[in-house]
């Protein structure tokens, strides 16, 4: 058994939940903050037999889509570096972050 932890865009979570229903793929969602644009986004954790962890991916991959995001960035503007003023930075996010680790144990008490 494999656990697979995906972080997605809020905006793909509930595209992926559904895909998720129909596949009769059992899933945990967790909101969670992305520690570079500190927003929000949603972490899936999902345990799954192996020979269904390609079954998986291929999900993720199709219902999670890259997006443009601009964050902020602060730059001085003056040779005495006394005013400084933010500008947008362009960073493209997702489709989605996966890891795939091994399961010691199952336990369902
Ligand atoms: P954030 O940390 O908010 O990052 C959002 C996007 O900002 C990233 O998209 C990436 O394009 C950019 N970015 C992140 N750190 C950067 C840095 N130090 N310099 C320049 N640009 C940077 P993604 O790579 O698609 O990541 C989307 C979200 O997935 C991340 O949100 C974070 O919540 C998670 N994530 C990504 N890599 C991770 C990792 N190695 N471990 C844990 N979580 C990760």
């Given at each position: 058994?494999?656990?697979?932890?995906?972080?997605?865009?809020?905006?793909?979570?509930?595209?992926?939940?559904?895909?998720?229903?129909?596949?009769?793929?059992?899933?945990?969602?967790?909101?969670?903050?992305?520690?570079?644009?500190?927003?929000?986004?949603?972490?899936?954790?999902?345990?799954?037999?192996?020979?269904?962890?390609?079954?998986?991916?291929?999900?993720?991959?199709?219902?999670?889509?890259?997006r443009e995001?601009?964050?902020?960035?602060?730059?001085?503007?003056?040779?005495?570096?006394?005013?400084?003023?933010?500008?947008?930075?362009?960073?493209?996010v997702?489709?989605?972050?996966?890891?795939?680790?091994?399961?010691?144990?199952?336990?369902?008490?």
């Amino acid at each position: 058994m494999k656990l697979i932890i995906a972080v997605v865009q809020d905006q793909d979570q509930n595209v992926l939940s559904s895909a998720f229903f129909e596949a009769n793929i059992r899933a945990t969602k967790l909101s969670s903050t992305g520690g570079f644009l500190r927003s929000g986004n949603t972490t899936f954790i999902i345990g799954i037999e192996e020979d269904r962890v390609d079954e998986v991916l291929n999900i993720i991959q199709n219902s999670c889509q890259a997006r443009e995001q601009f964050v902020s960035s602060t730059m001085n503007i003056d040779v005495s570096f006394d005013v400084a003023t933010s500008y947008p930075v362009k960073v493209e996010v997702g489709g989605a972050t996966v890891f795939v680790l091994p399961i010691d144990q199952f336990i369902q008490f």
